[in-house]
């Protein structure tokens, strides 16, 4: 997965909602690291870093290790429910539930 780096010095903040560009990015991150390592082997530090923010920056936004882990969580599983859910919407009956449990 190819990360998005800002030249030194720029706000990646700028430009939108802050709160939502903040969460995003912090996710984002978090997502990468725990795909590469695990949760049990990520930190905070590591999380903010690979965001390209400051801890305090990753506090204020998101919350601590545990909220990491369920805001990532949270957004996988809304992931595969839209994914599910526009694989089935055309069908409909037991093709349907047959087509939800294989996507």
Same mark, same amino acid.
């Given at each position: 997965?190819? #990360?998005?780096?800002?030249?030194?010095?720029?706000?990646?903040? &700028?430009?939108?909602?802050?709160?939502?560009?903040? !969460?995003?990015?912090?996710?984002?991150?978090?997502?990468?690291?725990? %795909?590469?390592?695990?949760? +049990? $082997?990520?930190? *905070?530090?590591? =999380?903010?870093? $690979? &965001?390209?923010?400051? #801890?305090?920056? %990753?506090? #204020?936004? !998101?919350?601590?290790?545990?909220?990491? +882990?369920?805001?990532?969580?949270? #957004? &996988? =599983?809304?992931? =595969?429910?839209?994914? =599910?859910? &526009?694989? *089935?919407?055309?069908?409909?009956?037991? +093709? $349907? !539930? *047959?087509?939800? !449990?294989?996507?």
């Amino acid at each position: 997965m190819m #990360r998005h780096i800002e030249p030194k010095g720029a706000d990646w903040l &700028a430009g939108g909602n802050r709160h939502e560009l903040a !969460v995003e990015r912090i996710y984002a991150a978090a997502a990468e690291l725990i %795909l590469e390592r695990g949760f +049990q $082997r990520i930190s *905070v530090d590591e =999380v903010a870093e $690979r &965001a390209g923010c400051s #801890r305090a920056t %990753l506090y #204020r936004y !998101v919350g601590g290790k545990k909220a990491i +882990q369920d805001g990532v969580i949270s #957004r &996988a =599983v809304e992931a =595969v429910a839209l994914e =599910v859910s &526009a694989a *089935v919407e055309p069908l409909e009956g037991e +093709q $349907r !539930v *047959v087509e939800a !449990v294989l996507a």
